[in-house]
């Protein structure tokens, strides 16, 4: 039987591709302070760089790390909704994924 998840993360992104690597682990070193039962769900809303392709890759390798997208740009709002449809965690946090604030 899977473990519950216990803390859930949305981070929705635009454009974001050049800072991806260094959020994800921004992200993961703060989570796995407070548990191991985790999932990290990047939202691409539609970004016109390589945001898609990178989060595709970054989270290929760890079953935590999940990412959506969008064919276009829906806005902030709609892809924190997406992210609260998919997550499992008994807890949510949303944060912004330009780490202008730290995770």
């Known amino acids: 039987m899977e473990p519950q998840i216990k803390l859930s993360v949305i ?3 635009f454009n974001e591709s050049k800072i991806i690597d260094q959020l994800v682990t921004r ?3 703060s989570v796995k302070k407070i548990t191991e039962n ?3 769900i990047f939202i691409d809303d ?3 760089d390589t ?3 990178t989060l595709k890759d970054r989270t290929s390798h ?3 790390l999940k990412h959506l997208s969008f064919s ?3 806005g ?3 892809a924190v909704m997406a992210g609260l449809d998919h997550c499992k965690g008994s807890a949510v946090v949303i944060i912004d994924g330009d780490l202008q604030d730290p995770p």
Do not use: A, K
């Open 51 to 53: 945001t898609f392709t």
């Open 27 to 29: 992200v993961e070193t």
């Open 72 to 74: 276009r740009n829906f």
């Open 11 to 13: 981070i929705p992104l």
């Open 46 to 48: 539609g970004s016109t």
């Open 62 to 64: 760890d079953d935590r």
């Open 38 to 40: 985790y999932e990290v």
């Open 76 to 78: 902030h709002q709609i």
